[in-house]
């Protein structure tokens, strides 16, 4: 089965902190996703890797960076965290037929 | 620019009842329309998926459809259970770009 492991489930941050969200994946799939989930705006597209070291910005980059140094992690990153940023945050890798398979979630909380 | 429309936004039924869930869609080019599945905490998880020329597929008591020339697809639940409550979430993928597209979902409750 397809594995998708993201870090953390539950994260609470302080505004100002650099926060680090992990994810991997183990069927040496090419593209990654880092999406987040806000009741009644679904999931929103932050950015998106096709390959090592290369990523795209997505929707709602603004806030948020990625590093991709290894097929199998992507992670994202939040410079200095906001209470704006208090979300539920997807990741996903996508196979070659092109179902998605997410990581369990990690719900992130800035105070 | 590429959008998915779900309806209803939200859905209450008593278990056993069976129901429909709506999702319209302006992609182009089209490649697959995917159903996925989000328990509550959960990644979602795909239940179902569409190509051009297919208008029916079934997936235990999940039956998905496709219009392709309306551009409509729906997700049929019969014989709904507790465990059908969720949240349901239409993917459009384009040809033309790595980046599918995302409904809104529905949210399903299942009452006893």
């Known amino acids: 089965d397809v594995k998708v492991t993201q870090s953390s489930r539950y994260l609470v941050k302080r505004t100002g902190e650099k926060v680090f969200l992990e994810c991997v994946q183990d069927?040496?799939?090419?593209?990654m996703f880092w999406y987040r989930q806000d009741p009644g705006l679904g999931l929103r597209l932050i950015y998106f890797?096709?390959?090592?070291?290369?990523?795209e910005k997505g929707d709602i980059p603004e806030g948020y960076s990625v590093s991709r140094e290894k097929k199998e992690r992507f992670s994202l990153i939040l410079e200095s965290a906001s209470t704006n940023q208090t979300s539920m945050y997807l990741c996903?890798?996508?196979?070659?037929?092109?179902?998605?398979?997410f990581g369990e979630g990690s719900r992130l909380t800035v105070l | 620019k590429n959008q998915v429309e779900q309806s209803p936004q939200s859905l209450i039924i008593l278990e056993g009842k069976n129901c429909t869930l709506q999702?319209?869609?302006?992609?182009?080019?089209?490649?697959?329309l995917r159903w996925y599945k989000q328990d509550t905490g959960r990644g979602p998880v795909s239940l179902t998926i569409?190509?051009?020329?297919?208008n029916t597929k079934s997936n235990g008591r999940y039956t998905a459809t496709l219009d392709a020339d309306t551009k409509q697809s729906s997700l049929h639940i019969t014989a709904s259970q507790l465990s059908d409550s969720a949240s349901y979430i239409c993917?459009?993928?384009?040809?033309?770009?790595?980046?599918?597209?995302f409904g809104r979902g529905t949210s399903l409750i299942v009452h006893p």
């Open positions: 996903a890798s996508r196979g070659g037929g092109g179902e998605l398979f």
């Open positions: 069927m040496d799939h090419e593209n």
């Open positions: 890797s096709y390959d090592v070291k290369m990523k």
């Open positions: 999702c319209n869609y302006t992609v182009s080019p089209f490649s697959n």
């Open positions: 569409m190509t051009f020329s297919e």
């Open positions: 993917v459009v993928a384009s040809g033309g770009s790595y980046i599918p597209t």
